[in-house]
Nanobody, 123 residues
């Protein structure tokens, strides 16, 4: 069974940085797309970034392009989200997700989810 465990969230001032981690287990992920989504209070869960485990091709939402970077460490089976120049509107619960196959930006296309980690950006 696939398990995804996020860590690295916290409270940071606007302009600061955080790095989220997603430790993946239970499967060989070579054919998977890994993604980060986020959900702010009262809003729908939205796509943030994704990476193909094989080849490392990346995809980003326009709202975070140039500020966030997604990466993976094959040896550690871990996906990262480096978040720089954080803004108060980045405040949300951030979720790691996985799906077999190519990139999709719809949360409905992802089969596995972590429990989420809270990111709060103060102004």
């Amino acid at each position: 069974q696939v398990q995804l465990v996020e860590s690295g969230g916290g409270l940071v001032q606007a302009g600061g940085s955080l790095r989220l981690s997603c430790a993946a287990s239970g499967r060989t992920f070579s054919g998977y797309t890994m993604a980060w989504f986020r959900q702010a209070p009262g809003k729908e869960r939205e796509f943030v970034a994704a990476i193909r485990w094989s080849g490392g091709i990346t995809y980003y939402a326009d709202s975070i392009k140039g500020r966030f970077t997604i990466s993976r460490d094959n040896a550690k089976n871990t996906v990262y989200l480096q978040m720089n120049s954080l803004k108060p509107e980045d405040t949300a619960v951030y979720y790691c997700a996985a799906r077999v196959g190519l990139y999709r930006d719809s949360r409905l296309r992802y089969d596995y989810w972590g429990q989420g980690t809270q990111v709060t950006v103060s102004s």
